[in-house]
């Protein structure tokens, strides 16, 4: 898990320094980067989800019936 907090926390610092830089310059990068970008964005969501699934039904099986 820690893993996991450090690698959302670079990617956090990362996506600060694209708003500063473009908020400069102007948009960067390529549509295919842009493309890469949002396949990363998409795998990060579907592991939450499933960390979150996860979560709920450990919670759900250790409840007192």
Known sequence: ????????????????????????????????????VLHRVRKIEEFAIAQLAIKKYLEEREKPM
């Open 1 to 36: 898990m820690k893993d996991l907090k450090s690698r959302l926390d670079l990617l956090e610092m990362d996506l600060k320094k694209l708003e500063k830089k473009i908020k400069e310059d102007g948009p960067h990068g390529s549509t295919e980067e842009w493309h890469h």
